[in-house]
Nanobody, 119 residues
Framework: QVQLAESGGGLVQAGGSLRLSCAAS????????MGWYRQAPGKQRELVAV???????NYADSVKGRFTISRDNAKNTVYLQMNGLKPEDAGVYSC?????????????WGQGTQVTVSS
């Protein structure tokens, strides 16, 4: 059973900050990456940031220098610190987990948390 508990979304003014958290509860699953996707109304879901268990990161170009992803591997928790938020950052942010059940690769997305940025 997969449970991704997301929190931290909300309404913020442009230039403000939010911190998202996601705790993953997945039995018998070897996580090798955690991160965040977002989807704005009328747009496709896009990768925001992902961090592998070894610490390597990948960010969308639009958030580089403003967002920082971090993980607590012991707690299977991923965080996204979002600074300098812009109206175009608004959307539903979903937690992302990728890993393996034995040799079977799987990936999961959470239900999402809403981020609204007022101009």
């Amino acid at each position: 059973q997969v449970q991704l508990a997301e929190s931290g979304g909300g309404l913020v003014q442009a230039g403000g900050s939010l911190r998202l958290s996601c705790a993953a509860s997945i039995e018998n699953f070897n996580i090798n990456a955690m991160g965040w996707y977002r989807q704005a109304p009328g747009k496709q879901r896009e990768l925001v940031a992902v961090m592998a268990s070894g610490g390597s990161t990948n960010y969308a170009d639009s958030v580089k220098g403003r967002f920082t992803i971090s993980r607590d591997n012991a707690k299977n928790t991923v965080y996204l610190q979002m600074n300098g938020l812009k109206p175009e950052d608004a959307g539903v942010y979903s937690c992302y987990v990728r890993g393996y059940y034995n040799i079977l690769a799987r990936q999961y997305w959470g239900q999402g948390t809403q981020v609204t940025v007022s101009s």
